[in-house]
């Protein structure tokens, strides 16, 4: 039986993990990367080592300590971990199904919450087209601008994307964060850059530091190891595999990734990067995952399971995920009921396969499928 995999590195076939593994990074790759993102993003482009380090950069260089930032309230614990090393404040806004993102119905209700309970002074607001599912941006624009906030874009999930009005993705906001780590729609394992459009009011120190020579080799070798396990869970023994490698530190689970705001990315990753960013249509990032919603998923994932798909790493298992940090973040779950009930019910699906080879997937999703409203 064929194995199907969402992460293990399982976007890395053939050709890609040996030029992966075996790339020969140099200086000016660096440079070229870093001239090719200001030239598509419009503005001052800065490599950094991954994508909270990048949006924190962003937030950085257009907030003050103490403001609040409006976040997605369905999205992981590195973008929670960015306006906290910020000093800023999240301010949770709840999702819809359609694309997993806020509204300007939910956008007002956490603003008015805020203004009724708390009262942090709001300026920014994160726009992060989960999974490459764009927000409605021409609604948004007109709820910032009547609220006088400032849009930051997160292309973690989404370069290359376009809005209904044909504008791209990044183009838009005062800053765009790139996130080139595990499955994100660049993908070089780690890595991140920040493109900053406007002029921005505090200086920004230039990440200058070389990447520790340990991490560096985890993200070389991550795609073999990965691939390793995929082979090894044929005899049940890929979960062992993995956990000996995160235990002795060669693997770092994705969430784990320490921010760190005076490292560059990698040599090897900035040439990867510059790859992946000319070849987007071939690399067929967006949508970078697609989504069902089911009743009793613990159910469906241990069906998908004894099938051969392994889907459990889902993209979210909570509102901010993963769930082992879930608690640090103190979610307003009842702000968010939405969010909440998504992070219990979604299944992700990898765009990476053929969809022909995910029918019998579908198969049995279709069972436990949400009733559509
Ligand atoms: C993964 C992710 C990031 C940042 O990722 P790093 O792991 O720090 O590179 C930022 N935003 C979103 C929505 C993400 O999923």
Request: glycine letters at 6%.
């Amino acid at each position: 039986m064929r194995h199907y995999y969402l992460g293990l590195a399982a976007n890395y076939s053939g050709g890609h993990l040996l030029r992966h593994t075996f790339a020969i990074g140099r200086e000016r790759d660096r440079t070229i990367l870093q001239q090719y993102l200001a030239q598509k993003y419009n503005g001052d482009a800065l490599l950094t080592k991954n994508g909270r380090s990048a949006l924190t950069l962003a937030l950085k260089a257009y907030f003050k300590p103490g403001d609040g930032i409006v976040v997605n309230g369905f999205t992981c614990y590195a973008v929670y971990e960015a306006i906290k090393a910020a000093k800023m404040v999240p301010i949770w806004a709840d999702i819809n199904k359609d694309n997993l993102n806020f509204d300007t119905k939910t956008l007002s209700k956490a603003i008015s919450n805020n203004n009724q309970n708390r009262g942090v002074p709001i300026r920014g607001l994160i726009i992060q087209n989960s999974l490459g599912n764009v927000v409605n941006i021409s609604e948004i624009e007109n709820f910032t601008k009547k609220h006088n906030l400032t849009i930051i874009e997160d292309l973690a999930h989404c370069v290359g994307a376009k809005y209904a009005d044909g504008r791209e993705v990044g183009t838009i906001g005062a800053a765009a964060a790139l996130s080139f780590g595990k499955e994100k729609s660049i993908d070089t394992i780690s890595g991140g850059a920040v493109v900053l459009h406007h002029p921005y009011y505090s200086k920004i120190e230039v990440p200058g530091k070389l990447p520790k020579i340990s991490d560096t080799l985890r993200a070389r070798f991550y795609p073999v190891f990965g691939a390793v396990a995929r082979g090894l869970s044929h005899i049940y023994l890929g979960g062992i595999w993995m956990r000996i490698l995160v235990k002795i530190h060669w693997v770092e689970k994705s969430a784990d990734n320490k921010l760190d705001l005076t490292r560059k990315i990698a040599k090897f990753e900035a040439k990867m990067a510059l790859d992946q960013l000319k070849n987007l249509r071939e690399h067929n990032k967006v949508p970078l995952r697609t989504y069902r919603l089911v009743e009793d998923r613990p159910q469906v994932l241990s069906t998908l399971r004894s099938k051969g798909f392994y889907f459990d790493g889902l993209w979210y298992e909570k509102p901010v995920s993963p769930e082992r940090y879930y608690k640090k973040v103190r979610f307003p779950e009842s702000d968010c009921p939405v969010a909440v009930e998504v992070a219990s019910k979604i299944i992700n699906l990898p765009t990476y396969y053929n969809k022909k080879d995910l029918v019998p997937a579908e198969e049995v999703i279709k069972k436990y499928r949400e009733e559509q409203k």
